[in-house]
């Protein structure tokens, strides 16, 4: 995959372009320094986490021959209190009506989330990062 990159726009604000020619604004909300100019991080975590299933799901559906005529998915993060602030629970829900039955269902959101969904399985892998501080790589 070809990376993004982010660039700051003014206090929190940053400008996300991605290989595509697409853009996303990020920010803060005020209470920490921010001024809500875009999606906050984590709202976007859930957005992707929620974009990229429904696509696996979506495309299982049409496969199946059951495509939805009604499609939406809800997701909902539960946060720790303290540093990290990582989601300790995410809940998404997924609403499909039309022809499909409950095992298709249930067999194309659980490919997605077993199999198929780049974000979903990237959440559990380890994450690595280094540091380049004003043109020299640091430990």
Same mark, same amino acid.
């Given at each position: 995959?070809?990376?993004?990159?982010?660039?700051?726009?003014?206090?929190?604000?940053?400008?996300?372009?991605?290989?595509?020619?697409?853009?996303?604004?990020?920010?803060?909300?005020?209470?920490?320094?921010?001024?809500?100019?875009?999606?906050?991080?984590?709202?976007?975590?859930? @957005?992707?986490?929620?974009?990229? @299933?429904?696509?696996?799901?979506?495309?299982?559906?049409?496969?199946?021959?059951?495509?939805?005529?009604?499609?939406?998915?809800?997701?909902?993060?539960?946060?720790?209190?303290?540093?990290?602030?990582?989601?300790?629970?995410?809940?998404?829900?997924?609403?499909?009506?039309?022809?499909?039955?409950?095992?298709?269902?249930?067999?194309?959101?659980?490919?997605?989330?077993?199999?198929?969904?780049?974000?979903?399985?990237?959440?559990?892998?380890?994450?690595?990062?280094?540091?380049?501080?004003?043109?020299?790589?640091?430990?």
């Amino acid at each position: 995959m070809k990376p993004v990159q982010l660039k700051l726009i003014d206090g929190l604000h940053l400008e996300g372009h991605a290989s595509s020619g697409h853009s996303v604004s990020l920010d803060a909300g005020a209470t920490v320094g921010g001024q809500g100019k875009g999606f906050m991080p984590s709202e976007l975590l859930l @957005t992707a986490l929620g974009g990229c @299933t429904s696509m696996d799901i979506l495309s299982l559906l049409r496969k199946f021959g059951a495509p939805p005529t009604s499609f939406e998915v809800e997701l909902e993060g539960i946060k720790r209190e303290t540093h990290p602030k990582s989601f300790t629970n995410i809940t998404a829900v997924y609403r499909i009506e039309g022809e499909t039955s409950a095992e298709q269902a249930l067999k194309a959101v659980r490919s997605s989330y077993e199999k198929y969904s780049v974000v979903a399985n990237s959440l559990r892998a380890a994450i690595e990062y280094k540091i380049i501080l004003n043109g020299v790589e640091i430990d």
